[in-house]
């Protein structure tokens, strides 16, 4: 069994080797042609091709004016971190304020009355203070924007319920120039 074996791996290493051979691919040693002598072709007469009239340019569309009608950016109870639904609103403030690189704006901080009038002013130029910097990251030129804080001195609505609190937790935008 052992030399049937033997035989049989040999007969197989032998008909390996003999197919491998065969599949190697044979060169043709081909001669390069020698070139041609041609015949030069006789010289045709060109007429020139008329000129294209000249394309008048297209006249530029004109500039998108900006919309600077922007929505109050809202905030929770003393708080200056922007809320997730303030960053579309902000976006959109970016987008229109980036039209007209010239102009400038202010923006107004404002608080609800809860807390010491000191806090509330402190807190109202902290959140124009974090609407600033989410333009400013958006791409809006910083030199062009200004902020000031009002405090609790401004409110839009009545400070004696909460619905009225909430509406004066608030950022507004108004154009300088």
């Known amino acids: 069994m052992k030399t049937l074996k033997q035989t049989m ?7 390996l080797g003999i197919s491998l051979n065969a599949c190697k691919t044979k060169k043709k ?6 070139p041609a002598k041609q015949a030069k072709p006789a010289p045709v007469e060109e007429k020139p091709a008329p000129e294209p009239e000249p394309e008048k340019p297209a006249p530029a569309p004109a500039p998108e004016k900006p919309n600077y009608d922007f929505r109050n950016v809202q905030f929770e ?11 579309a609103v902000l976006d959109q403030v970016a987008r229109e304020m980036k039209k007209d690189p010239d102009v400038k704006f202010l923006i107004k901080g ?6 010491s009038a000191s806090h509330n002013q402190s807190l109202s130029l902290d959140r124009a203070n974090s609407v600033r ?11 062009d924007l200004e902020v000031k804080g009002y405090g ?11 619905a009225g609190r909430a509406l004066n937790r608030r950022v507004e935008f108004e154009r300088l120039k």
């Open 133 to 143: 910097t989410y333009l400013i990251n958006a791409g809006v030129s910083g030199a």
């Open 110 to 115: 404002h608080s609800s009355v809860e807390g």
């Open 77 to 87: 109870f003393n708080s200056d971190v922007l809320k997730t639904a303030s960053f």
């Open 9 to 15: 791996l040999l007969v197989l290493i032998g008909l």
């Open 29 to 34: 040693v081909v001669w390069p042609d020698p």
């Open 152 to 162: 609790a001195t401004q409110p839009v609505a009545s400070n004696s319920t909460e």
